[in-house]
């Protein structure tokens, strides 16, 4: 208190004391304002109270209040009590002195103002766990090694043991039981945090200390010294109750060095280790658990699953296979190799040769360390096409545990020219998918999800991407790299180029890729006549090349530079005459290139996000050039008339439209482009783009695009028609869609209209099949019809559309709203997944009139509406013992609903046989699930024939025993618990 007091009297003294009062506002009345800041101050009051139950609501077992979201609560109530305080004061204080204080409450109000604006959190109040996405990482299951996994779940649910090492050789399958063990991890409730953590070879602490922090949420500052950041992970770390899993560690280290406090039966917090070495897990004292390969007979189950037990239906096939899984020396990675590399092969003889080969190949190296690799080599030797030999090949340029895009690895096999002699991209790229498939059915390649920079509502975005197992990757490198000239040394730490002794004879591709090389030195020259590949991508700190670099790499055709730092490029590289691809996105600081003019073969040129302030010179010349690559360059304010039309190979261009002028220019010269295939643009605002499509629609008929207006977003690049609207004024214009959208998307749209339909021109939106909107404040309802449209247009627009996902809007309060109308609009009638979280002023989510918008329904999810009452409704109370029949559901997801009192009106059922997943969740108040089971033949009732689970919360049991459900009793076995 004596320390408002002090403020206030400092105020009067300092402002007070000069002649010229010159803080007093005539037009102000000092009343006013002191009645404008308790209002504002009882809406801080709500707000935090609105906030904090909120938490409660959404903060389920393991989440974690987000950081931002703390300290705001903290300052809230600070500015709280003593502005109250001072408030308490203001009252007393005489008439002629108030006029003075007048600008202290003004402050006072704006801080407040402040408080109030910073207090939205779009991003959510707490850390979610993703849920639909899952953190579950996709894994194999496990075949044998049962008690291995139950073992170390022993002692993760134990209090003996804090550290766990698990130990075995590569391949042996350390990775796969824990990923296993991680996902079950995520249904217990012991533990606030599962963290899963690759470790990088060779250790980088800082990067560690990133990874980890990440995984918690948080951000370490990049300018402090590891140490400091040691101590702020370890204060993160104690807040909560953790599980981290080290994979794939190979060098010692400490856990302080780190910042990851020790785990003991205080904490409760466990830490395991996968690791080749037994030395590190002793030196980490940890209780150490051997994996030990798989027995005969685990082996061929292994095998079996894998390959598909038709082959034992092969007369006399059955010895040969045994003794091939024999060979495999029970290594679970060798064995689902190989046995995809055998899937569909039923030929005696081609077993009894593959055997031998086998057999060959393993006694060459008999008790070496290499003994895995030369079992992988057998399935590489039966890749039966070079070309696919070589794209798997190519995989091993990235760094070790590299999630690659498919797109991202398709374009790279094309600069290579792995895949050519296509009439199309599309084709090419049609192809590079059928080669990535085929990889992952050999297992050469195994799934893994690439995460995108969307994060929104908590919910983070990822698609399938691919990764090389670590071991396949190091068997490339060992043991078939070098017969190819390849050269890799990506990730390793490098901070300079290998010296001469260090480099491979005459490399033909060479990998730098993710080092931190800060220069090239000076008159280094490697002479590398054959080097047809050269990668020093991801150098971060790479400024320089100097001339004499490339003087002996004249075969060179792919150069790759993106992500350095470099400022500008060597005129040498104007000698290289067959370069093919040059990847230069991402070099921001990148300023002059030299002439392109003699590069007639060049065919992918990618300067996206590159500094350049004008087009390179000599780009008009580039009658070969295929793929053009100029988004977000910032500096760059035009593309020259007349360079554009030269480009008439050109299959996929990307600009951005900053001026209007420009967009139309080059958009007439777009349209001469006969080969384009693809068009990827960026807008300003919503007047250029309208602009654009009102032209494009003349000539797009055939060009996939992807468009988007706003800031700059990683699109979701689902379809070949999308658009993305991302933070934009969308106030007065209304959005005019180009023909054949499929995937619409608007994120943090500003001044949107209270539907959808009145903010974009749905008109020309026939074929849209998705439709995302998240975070939009305005928007009341999806589609909003008067009497005279509602029959027609926009329900035949909105006919096809499959996907319809509304994340935190919060004003929405209904899907269709039809204004007098008795006609309920056919609409919404293919739609197939509908997915609604954070929209807190819905309360009833699928009226009766929809109805034909059930019968393709396959999934529903509803999520985080804290005012949702009701599922399905009828606004007629006659129609309550109505049945709802959902002909295709499968997922039913209600969760986080705390208000949701049933799912269909009082006594109505729902008929939905082919449903597989129910999950019901924090949805304390209802009281009843109307799903009838189907009846058999003899009357009796059944558990839908798909069913696999019911997932529930785990503190909601005492809820299950409550509610009702007619035969219940049928249905305990699917009953699944979760947190
Ligand atoms: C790389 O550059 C960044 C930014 O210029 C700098 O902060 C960092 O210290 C540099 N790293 C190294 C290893 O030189
Ligand atoms: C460029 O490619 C052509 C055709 O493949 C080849 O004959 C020529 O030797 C290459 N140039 C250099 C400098 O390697
Ligand atoms: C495409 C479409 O159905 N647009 C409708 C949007 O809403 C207005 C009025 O609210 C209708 O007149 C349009 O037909």
């Known amino acids: 208190m004596a320390e408002i007091v002090g403020a206030i009297f400092g105020a009067l003294s300092c402002i007070c004391g000069t002649p010229t009062c010159n803080c007093i506002d005539q037009h102000r009345n000092f009343n006013d304002d002191v009645d404008e800041l308790r209002r504002k101050l009882d809406s801080l009051t709500s707000q935090k109270q609105e906030i904090e139950s909120r938490i409660q609501a959404e903060a389920r077992g393991g989440q974690m209040v987000r950081q931002q979201v703390q300290e705001w609560l903290k300052q809230a109530e600070e500015i709280n009590v003593k502005l109250r305080a001072f408030l308490e004061e203001v009252r007393g204080v005489k008439w002629y002195k108030r006029a003075c204080l007048d600008r202290l409450v003004c402050r006072k109000i704006n801080m407040v103002k402040e408080m109030l604006d910073k207090g939205s959190f779009p991003e959510g109040l707490v850390i979610e766990r993703a849920p639909a996405h899952g953190n579950i990482i996709p894994t194999e299951n496990l075949v044998g090694q049962i008690s291995i996994k139950e073992e170390i779940w022993g002692y993760l649910m134990g209090d003996e043991v804090g550290m766990i090492g698990v130990c075995g050789i590569g391949g042996v399958g350390k990775t796969t039981i824990m990923e296993n063990l991680h996902n079950d991890l995520q249904k217990e409730t012991r533990f606030q945090k599962v963290i899963w953590v690759i470790v990088s070879h060779p250790l980088n602490v800082f990067k560690l200390q990133n990874q980890i922090a990440n995984a918690m949420g948080e951000r370490l500052r990049d300018d402090e010294e590891v140490k400091m950041r040691a101590a702020a992970l370890m204060e993160i770390m104690r807040r909560v109750r953790y599980v981290v899993i080290l994979d794939d560690v190979w060098q010692k280290f400490s856990l302080k060095e780190v910042g990851i406090p020790d785990p003991n039966v205080q904490n409760g917090c466990k830490v395991v280790v996968t690791s080749r070495s037994i030395e590190v897990c002793s030196y980490l004292r940890c209780k150490v658990v051997k994996v030990k390969p798989l027995s005969q007979e685990e082996s061929l189950k292994l095998f079996l699953n894998t390959v598909g037990d038709s082959v034992l239906q092969v007369p006399g096939l059955e010895e040969i296979l045994k003794l091939i899984v024999g060979e495999c020396a029970g290594l679970p990675l060798a064995l689902v190799v190989i046995a995809g590399s055998m899937m569909g092969v039923d030929d005696v003889n081609v077993w009894r040769n593959a055997l031998t080969e086998l057999q060959d190949l393993v006694s060459s190296v008999k008790d070496s360390n290499d003994e895995i690799v030369m079992r992988l080599r057998f399935s590489f030797d039966r890749l039966d096409s070079l070309q696919v030999k070589s794209c798997f090949l190519y995989c091993s340029l990235f760094r070790e545990d590299y999630v690659f895009s498919r797109r991202e690895l398709i374009e790279c096999w094309i600069d290579e020219g792995l895949i050519d002699g296509l009439p199309s991209r599309e084709a090419a790229c049609n192809r590079g998918h059928a080669i990535i498939d085929r990889l992952e059915k050999n297992f050469l390649l195994e799934k893994d999800i690439v995460w995108s920079s969307i994060s929104l509502g908590g919910c983070s975005f990822g698609s399938y991407g691919a990764k090389m197992h670590d071991v396949v990757r190091g068997m490339a490198i060992i043991g078939i790299g070098p017969e190819f000239g390849y050269m890799i040394k990506a990730g390793m730490n490098l901070v300079e180029l290998p010296d001469e002794h260090g480099w491979v004879k005459d490399p033909k591709k060479l990998s730098l890729m993710e080092n931190n090389i800060l220069k090239v030195p000076p008159s280094l020259s490697p002479k590398c006549l054959s080097l047809s590949t050269l990668i020093l991508s991801s150098n971060p700190n790479l400024s320089e090349i100097p001339e004499s670099f490339f003087g002996e790499m004249l075969a060179l055709k792919v150069l790759d530079l993106s992500s350095t730092a470099i400022e500008t490029l060597p005129n040498s590289i104007s000698k290289l005459e067959n370069l093919s691809a040059l990847r230069l996105q991402h070099c921001m600081k990148l300023k002059y290139l030299p002439s392109l003019a003699n590069l007639r073969g060049l065919k992918k040129l990618n300067l996206h996000k590159a500094g350049i302030e004008v087009v390179p010179h000599g780009m008009g010349m580039l009658i070969s050039l295929e793929y053009l690559d100029l988004l977000f360059c910032q500096n760059l304010k035009e593309i020259p008339t007349g360079i554009l039309p030269n480009l008439s190979s050109l299959q996929y261009l990307a600009v951005c439209c900053l001026q209007e ?319």
């Open 661 to 979: 002028t420009t967009i139309i220019r080059n958009l007439e010269e777009v349209a001469r482009l006969k080969k384009l295939e693809t068009l990827e643009c960026q807008f300003d605002g919503i007047q250029d783009f309208n602009h654009f499509v009102n032209k494009f629609k003349d000539f797009q008929s055939a060009i996939a695009y992807s468009l988007g207006v706003g800031t700059a977003r990683d699109m979701i690049r689902q379809s070949k028609y999308e658009l993305a609207i991302t933070e934009c004024e969308i106030g007065e214009e209304c959005v005019v869609l180009p023909n054949n959208l499929e995937d619409l998307c608007i994120i943090k749209g500003r001044n949107m209209r209270s539907s959808l339909n009145k903010t974009v021109l749905l008109e020309n939106a026939n074929e849209l099949r998705r439709c995302h909107i998240w975070e939009g404040k305005e928007i009341e309802c999806v589609v909003e019809l008067d009497s005279s449209s509602s029959s027609s247009l926009c329900c035949r627009v909105l006919d096809k559309l499959e996907l319809l996902d509304l994340l935190t809007l919060p004003k929405l309060c209904e899907l269709v709203r039809v204004e007098g109308a008795a006609t309920p609009p056919h609409i919404f009638s293919n739609l197939k997944k509908l997915t609604i979280s954070h929209c807190s002023r819905m309360r009833k989510l699928l009226p009766l009139e929809l109805q034909q918008a059930f019968q393709n329904l396959e999934e529903i999810y509803v999520n985080v509406c804290k005012q949702m009452e009701e599922i399905i409704t009828s606004l007629d109370s006659d129609a309550s013992s109505d049945k709802f029949t959902f002909p295709k559901l499968r997922r039913l997801f209600l969760t986080n609903l705390p208000q949701l009192k049933s799912i269909c009106s009082a006594k109505g059922v729902m008929v939905c046989d082919s449903i597989e997943e129910i999950a019901i969740s924090r949805c304390r108040e209802l009281k009843r699930i109307p799903v009838q089971l189907p009846l058999l033949d003899n009357g009796q009732p059944t558990p839908p024939p798909h069913l696999r689970e019911i997932e529930m919360d785990r503190d909601a049991k005492g809820w299950w025993e409550s509610v009702e459900w007619d035969h219940k009793n049928l249905l305990q076995p699917f009953l699944k618990y979760s947190d």
